[in-house]
């Protein structure tokens, strides 16, 4: 049996795969990473040195703190974003989690731009209404973990499946292949002492409905599992193509 080939793209230093490492490796993946954090800042990417489309079964974008703008000062983002559209072309499963969302939407002409406010913490996000039903389903309401400042417009020929007041666009779907998350789902102890480690050290978040990191550190381990098992729901969604 042929074995999944899963590839990931890292923004942050020890963030890593967050929870759905486990699910995978359960299910016999090969996964492989490119991790652009450690490449530097003024260095030319050639986009060949990426992996090739035919060699991945299945695509996930983690997060990052830069802007999918910002490609002055991260100039292998338009690299990045040229290899997404290409991988897109080919019609194979793809997951974006909060940046990697934003960079599918920005590589196929979305705007990228700040939120009107920031959100950072548990949060609740809804439904959308009119979700046809050969679309990834989503429970009514369901408690998240954001962490962002910047939010996406819904790519053209995409579906919005998620909203919240703070911020409307919250998950899309792409055909029956591609989801681009705003939120967290993947979020684990380790990946959110990473997230607070960052905050401490650069105080990017000051909107006053933020919850406060010395709360956030105090999250018990139940509150993880309802966004972890979305992500896996979704893996399997995306891999029924």
């Known amino acids: 049996m042929k074995k999944l080939k899963v590839h990931y793209f890292q923004h942050i ?21 490119t991790e652009f954090f450690a490449l530097p800042t003024d260095s030319a990417l050639d986009i060949d040195a ?10 996930i974008i983690m997060g990052g703190e830069m802007s999918v703008n910002d490609e002055a000062n991260f100039p292998w ?20 989690l909060c940046l990697g969302g934003q960079l599918i939407a920005n590589a196929l002409g979305a705007n990228v731009r700040r939120n009107n406010v920031q959100e950072l913490g548990w ?26 400042s910047e939010t996406f417009d819904i790519p053209k020929g995409a579906i919005r499946l998620a909203e919240n007041q703070a911020c409307p666009n919250q998950l899309y779907q792409i055909g029956k292949n591609v989801l681009g998350f705003q939120f967290h789902p993947e979020i684990t102890p380790h990946s959110l002492n990473i997230f607070i480690e960052h905050e401490e050290e650069g ?16 999250t018990p381990n139940a509150d993880y599992v309802i966004g972890n ?8 969604y995306v891999l029924r193509v």
Request: glycine share 4%; net charge negative; charged share 20%.
């Open 13 to 33: 230093a020890g963030e890593g795969f967050g929870s759905c490492y486990e699910y995978l490796k359960a299910m016999g993946a090969e996964i492989t990473a």
């Open 50 to 59: 990426l992996p090739h489309v035919n060699d991945v079964d299945l695509l």
């Open 77 to 96: 983002l338009k690299v990045e974003k040229r290899w997404i559209r290409r991988y897109l072309a080919s019609e194979k499963p793809a997951i974006g």
């Open 123 to 148: 949060t609740f996000v809804n439904k959308s209404d009119h979700v046809p039903a050969e679309y990834f389903q989503l429970p009514e309401q369901i408690s998240v973990m954001q962490w962002h």
């Open 203 to 218: 105080m990017v978040f000051s909107d006053i409905h933020n919850q406060s990191l010395s709360n956030l550190k105090k």
């Open 229 to 236: 098992q979305l992500l896996n729901h979704a893996i399997d």
